[in-house]
């Protein structure tokens, strides 16, 4: 990595770590390539990319997959509309947790708590190591007035995340 010097202060250098893109790469540019000479499918750029064009064209065919409407709807998740393919995702894959999560956020904004608690809760017994629907549902448990089940989630996430501060307030503004 490149030093440079640090203007406030003597004998201070930082280190560089940015990845800078090439000159001339347009939207669109393929700069991916198929592991070992392999050939990628649409479906794989679409996923890699991130090509909204492309998971549009592919979530409107009749085969579309989970992990493709996954991807669209974290797209659509800017302009809050991202949840009907989350559905759409999870009557074809029942226990996709990326699809669960999200969507348990869609189900407590729009005042279903009960729905969220239990999304997040299906996620959180899977997937204990993802910090995120941990802290939403003991987040929802506390609005729910649950502050026991809140208390026991956040000791849970503590135990794979013990540095994370906002589990560590939360847990002491319980107890």
């Known amino acids: 990595m490149p030093k440079g010097q640090f203007r406030e202060g003597e004998h201070v250098v ?38 909204l064009p ?6 409107a065919a009749p085969g579309a ?24 995702a999870l009557r074809l894959e029942p226990e996709h947790s990326t699809a669960q999560a999200n969507l348990g956020i869609y189900r407590m904004k729009a005042g279903r708590v009960q729905e969220a608690l239990r999304l997040w809760a299906g996620v959180f017994a899977r997937n204990p190591g993802m910090i995120g629907p941990g802290l939403n ?14 208390t026991g989630t956040l000791r849970r ?7 994370s501060k906002q589990a560590r307030d939360l847990l002491s503004s319980l107890l």
């Open 65 to 88: 997959d989970a992990a493709v409407l996954v991807q669209l709807a974290q797209l659509y998740d800017a302009k809050g509309m991202g949840a009907p393919l989350y559905e759409r």
């Open 54 to 59: 492309l998971l549009e064209k592919l979530a």
């Open 14 to 51: 930082y280190t560089d770590h940015s990845i800078a893109r090439k000159q001339g790469l347009g939207q669109g540019a393929r700069v991916l390539q198929a592991f070992r000479g392999m050939r990628a499918s649409e479906r794989d750029w679409a996923l890699a990319e991130r090509s």
């Open 137 to 150: 549902l003991a987040m929802g448990q506390i609005q729910a007035g649950d502050k026991a089940a809140a």
């Open 157 to 163: 996430v503590l135990r794979f995340h013990p540095d």
